[in-house]
DNA sequence: ATGAAAGTTGAACCACTGTTCAAGTTGGGA
DNA sequence: TCCCAACTTGAACAGTGGTTCAACTTTCAT
């Protein structure tokens, strides 16, 4: 568990590089192209191997063969098998950002935004089924990471309501707690229809979410 | 767990007693006094131990140790670590399902319902905090266990709210979906308000949610 | 060309822990 | 009282798998 005091090809601690990350946390930068390369190797190789057998059936020296690399290469690149499983949730919580804001940013209303973000999320859970478990995982696992992770979803989706809001396009309510309430919707729509069973269309799916945000189920 | 419904004295179906083949799915049955008291001090303990330390973190040892019996009175009655497991996970189902119910039946009508479901789950979540984990955690050490659970919980909302739609309360949709959707948001409510943070009060959050699923989000 | 830094290698180490088993104890029915 | 099935016990086993390390190879600036 603990790292030793020293570590042949590198100094000692904070190897970094610039990073403004804490610690370990993202793993050593490599110097070169040719680390560059293994470090990325390793990184692909633990994505699908964590995707596919989860954290504690995956194995180093599977995640080393995968990558055709020598399983001493993996600990020259990460700490630990802690540690490469952060930097992909890290990788990964990134990747659902990014996937998703686009789609909304690109939608001329709100209603509008709120469907095309939910039908992005599913589509991308669907191509990346195996890796997002890693994200529920890590709740887990490395719970820090995981709550950074939603937490900072929700803080980005509360104050975009609170805009919303100003504008006068929502009733009056906690805009964090609201926030909450939809992420978790499209979390538990995305492992049901997303992961478990793709038999209805993402398109549908955002379609009936989307109404329920903003009309609710009430008839009128 | 043992005390379901039904609860024969002898073995119901799997005659483990010699053979040991079958009963990884309930553990065995005891047939006396002695030996029950001594499963359920096994099944406690494992609650404890799986909710503080989680699946992997936990150990037989310590499970045995904190239920004050040997490691082999522990394989008397389990099979193996993964059949408490999902003892425990079967029992926990049963708790929250019990706890939820009999509040939304109580309510006068539906949008009391609704939030009267969601405080309940929500103070339930807040008295079993770690013991809630274990079916999250069942996700990834038992997913038929976990998906079960849900399924269950969702086909019962599903057809509440299909009723619901025949008495005409509702407006038309997808329930299955829409079920999906507010299961998602309670349990991401209270994993954040139950689970994480207890500073907003349970009936205020419940209500948020409540009227977001009755009357969605647009200004009126 | 040359040396040092960067990177690679994989057998071996070792701590950890789920599971087994043969021997012992308990308790209630005959 | 005797007996036996039910139950208990914990040391020992066995497999696993994360991590270490000392030797080796590649790269590249000088």
Redesign the pocket.
Known sequence: ????PNT????PKGNEVAGSAAGHAAG?Q??????????RAILDAAALEFGERGY?????????QRG??????????F?????VFRALVADMSMQVRESVAPAILAAPDRLAGERAGIAAFLRFVRAHKALYRIIDESAFVAEDAYRAHYESIAAGYASSLTQAHGRGELSDGDMQVRAWAIMGMNVFLGLRFGVWDESHSADAVAATAAELISEGLRAR
Chains 1, 2 share one sequence.
């Open positions: 568990m603990a790292p030793s042949p090809p590198l100094s050593r490599p110097r070169s192209t040719r680390g560059q390369k293994t470090r504690h059936e995956a194995g180093i020296a599977r995640i080393a055709g690399v020598a399983i001493g290469s993996f600990y020259t690149w700490d630990s098998k802690e540690a």
